[in-house]
């Protein structure tokens, strides 16, 4: 008994320390600008002020249009591509096919900072450096190793006959994959759709570099810009820094449940 009350203070005080970056993000988005403070930082508001959302959203929804914009089609992309990926070097065992899937891996392994000038330079010779689009590119490509080895590891999970009787009825390899795996792929999709919608609306440097219109940057940029020259509205930067969690926070409560379930179902094999 005495066991488990230490055990649950001992979560209880790392819940607390954990949460206490988020009490002092929303109390301080929440007041007005007079009230912000050293002093006061721990201090709840003594009246509510919605102005820092106001003034955040206003400066924000562009950039926050920008994000959605970019964030949508790379994830899809990505997961779709990834999938297919995935289908091909479970299920079509071919010459070479462990050493090509260990080089998709190794794309997993190369840092974001060594490939960035050859990365501009190639996005400008196919005009889409400083582009929503070009972003889009980049995401896509460096998100498929990661998509890539979930739908490996859940279709491997799958039995063969099924590819078998299907290929027994006459289906070729596409009509196989959107006759039997795509329809039963929706837990492989769910974890790929929020580790992907997650790692790219946060992602920064590649945001930073490759678009430097700041009309076309994602909100994890122009949250950096937010501050003020002379003076920062640090109710506006938090309000700021909320509404861009918001999304992602969103994603993970609607779809959370099926994350864990999905991420274990390829666990087995593969």
């Not at 940029?221 to 509205?233: D, F, K, P, T």
Request: aromatic share 14%; hydrophobic share 55%.
């Amino acid at each position: 008994m005495i066991k488990r009350i230490l055990i649950y203070a001992l979560l209880t005080v790392f819940a607390l320390f954990f949460l206490m970056p988020i009490y002092v993000l929303l109390a301080t988005s929440l007041k007005p600008l007079k009230e912000v403070g050293l002093e006061r930082m721990w201090f709840p508001p003594n009246d509510l002020s919605f102005d820092g959302f106001a003034k955040a959203f206003s400066r924000l929804a562009p950039n926050l249009r920008n994000s959605f914009l970019l964030v949508i089609p790379a994830t899809l992309l990505s997961a779709i591509v990834g999938s297919i990926n995935g289908y091909v070097l479970s299920k079509l065992k071919f010459r070479g096919s462990d050493l090509l899937f260990a080089l998709v891996l190794f794309g997993m392994f190369i840092p974001y900072q060594s490939v960035l000038f050859p990365l501009i330079r190639f996005l400008q010779d196919i005009g889409l450096y400083g582009s929503i689009w070009g972003l889009v590119l980049v995401h896509v490509v460096y998100g498929l190793p990661i998509t890539t080895l979930i739908f490996r590891n859940y279709y491997s999970e799958v039995p063969t006959e099924l590819i078998e009787a299907a290929n027994i009825d006459g289906a070729g390899i596409f009509k196989t994959y959107l006759k039997v795996l795509f329809p039963i792929s929706l837990p492989g999709f769910v974890v790929v759709v929020i580790w992907q919608f997650t790692n790219i609306w946060n992602e920064f440097l590649f945001a930073v570099t490759v678009t430097s219109d700041p009309t076309k940057q994602p909100i994890t940029v122009a949250l950096v810009n937010l501050a003020g020259s002379q003076v920062v509205e640090w109710n506006v930067q938090m309000a700021g820094a909320l509404l861009a969690a918001l999304p992602t926070l969103i994603v993970y409560i609607l779809l959370g449940k099926y994350f864990l379930r999905g991420l274990l179902a390829g666990s087995v094999k593969g």
